[in-house]
């Protein structure tokens, strides 16, 4: 078992690029981190890092052996999760868009807890996500496709946009009719999009290159800079549907749509046989709006008082019996 930790620590390290980063991560000291190291360096017989006052790199032993480790440590976390399969328990790591998570996922999420008490959950909210292979997580939520073969994506719900601009705004400054207008009107700009602006329509296809009065990597801020009538932006449906209602927003560039999109669950391969991330794929797919086990029926979120789930099923389908997309 110490050696798991070890192992567990040069991982934490390796990924995090510090000895302080790793020790808050694993909640201990950073002279516990270096006992470790030491320890699995003694171990392998090899050094692992380089080690200076301002920065720590991978020897080339560290390089080869990091993979491997991270292996170890996914295989052995997945035979304790089998093993414990009686009762769906463990860890959870998990990253997903914070907009996105406070708006839908949040509630859904506290409700898989209370349906699952013995389940753990480390959740980290960010629109940069990375590859849940290289950040050690179970599961990743968002729209982009997966680009690793060892990770698959699994559709949740549709994730439609539009473009959307304020009475406001329109007054001072017009309503485009058509995407060329835009380079005459101030844009507001997502990480998911970005500034090239892909747009379908009966007339064809558009792209342009628009310049940017704000760039965020928030929807919510987004949406309110929209309301404040700062600019145009491309909003997801769901986030503006109450603002549409009361006439707050209002849709622009009606006959061009941004390309089609779904959020996604991206889970590594090796992570599929964990019954915990069966159970949450399962239960994210019963309560999201529009999911493929459901069928489109709306983008709204889902409200908080919406009950807490089907009762526990005795067992839970594996990942492999559920509709996926190849990575």
């Given at each position: 078992?110490?050696?798991?930790?070890?192992v567990?620590?040069?991982?934490?390290?390796?990924?995090?690029?510090?000895?302080?980063?790793?020790?808050?991560?694993?909640?201990?000291?950073p002279?516990?981190?270096?006992?470790?190291?030491?320890?699995?360096?003694?171990?392998?017989?090899?050094?692992?890092?380089?080690?200076?006052?301002?920065?720590?790199?991978?020897?080339?032993?560290?390089?080869?052996?990091?993979?491997?480790?991270?292996?170890?440590?996914?295989?052995?976390?997945?035979?304790?999760?089998?093993?414990?399969?009686?009762?769906?328990?463990?860890?959870?790591?998990?990253?997903?868009?914070?907009?996105?998570?406070?708006?839908?996922?949040?509630?859904?999420?506290?409700?898989?807890l209370a349906?699952?008490?013995?389940?753990?959950?480390?959740?980290?909210?960010?629109?940069?996500?990375?590859?849940?292979?290289?950040?050690?997580?179970?599961?990743?939520?968002?729209?982009?496709?997966?680009?690793?073969?060892?990770?698959?994506?699994?559709?949740?719900?549709?994730?439609?946009?539009?473009?959307?601009?304020?009475?406001?705004?329109?007054?001072?400054?017009?309503?485009?009719?058509?995407?060329?207008?835009?380079?005459?009107?101030?844009?507001?700009?997502?990480?998911?999009?970005?500034?090239?602006?892909?747009?379908?329509?009966?007339?064809?296809?558009?792209?342009?290159?628009?310049?940017?009065?704000?760039?965020v990597?928030?929807?919510?801020?987004?949406?309110?800079?929209?309301?404040?009538?700062?600019?145009?932006?491309?909003?997801?449906?769901?986030?503006?549907?109450?603002?549409?209602?009361?006439?707050?927003?209002?849709?622009?560039?009606?006959?061009?749509?941004?390309?089609?999109?779904?959020?996604?669950?991206?889970?590594?391969?090796?992570k599929?046989?964990?019954?915990?991330?069966?159970?949450?794929?399962?239960?994210?797919?019963?309560?999201l709006?529009?999911?493929?086990?459901?069928?489109?029926?709306?983008?709204?979120?889902?409200?908080?008082?919406?009950?807490?789930?089907?009762?526990?099923?005795?067992?839970?389908?594996?990942?492999?019996?559920?509709?996926?997309?190849?990575?």
């Amino acid at each position: 078992m110490d050696n798991l930790l070890n192992v567990r620590t040069f991982v934490a390290a390796a990924r995090l690029g510090s000895f302080a980063a790793a020790a808050r991560s694993l909640a201990i000291s950073p002279s516990v981190v270096s006992k470790r190291i030491n320890q699995l360096e003694h171990e392998f017989r090899a050094s692992l890092f380089h080690r200076s006052t301002r920065d720590l790199h991978l020897t080339e032993d560290g390089t080869r052996l990091l993979p491997r480790c991270i292996k170890l440590l996914a295989e052995y976390d997945e035979m304790r999760d089998v093993a414990s399969a009686a009762e769906i328990s463990g860890l959870l790591r998990i990253e997903a868009p914070g907009s996105v998570t406070a708006l839908i996922l949040g509630p859904i999420l506290c409700d898989f807890l209370a349906e699952y008490p013995a389940i753990d959950l480390d959740l980290r909210l960010t629109d940069r996500l990375d590859n849940p292979l290289a950040r050690n997580c179970d599961l990743t939520i968002g729209t982009r496709p997966s680009t690793d073969e060892n990770v698959r994506d699994y559709p949740l719900m549709p994730y439609p946009c539009a473009a959307y601009a304020s009475d406001t705004y329109i007054a001072a400054r017009g309503s485009p009719n058509h995407p060329g207008d835009l380079r005459g009107h101030d844009c507001l700009v997502s990480l998911l999009h970005g500034k090239t602006w892909h747009f379908y329509s009966d007339e064809g296809d558009v792209a342009l290159t628009v310049r940017p009065r704000l760039s965020v990597n928030d929807t919510i801020i987004l949406r309110e800079a929209v309301r404040r009538g700062l600019g145009i932006a491309i909003l997801p449906s769901f986030f503006a549907d109450e603002d549409l209602a009361d006439g707050s927003l209002r849709r622009v560039l009606a006959g061009f749509r941004p390309p089609p999109m779904w959020l996604k669950a991206q889970i590594p391969t090796q992570k599929a046989a964990k019954p915990s991330v069966s159970a949450l794929l399962e239960f994210l797919r019963s309560r999201l709006p529009g999911s493929p086990e459901k069928g489109a029926n709306g983008f709204r979120a889902p409200a908080r008082d919406v009950p807490a789930g089907p009762e526990r099923r005795a067992s839970t389908p594996s990942l492999e019996d559920l509709p996926q997309q190849a990575g």
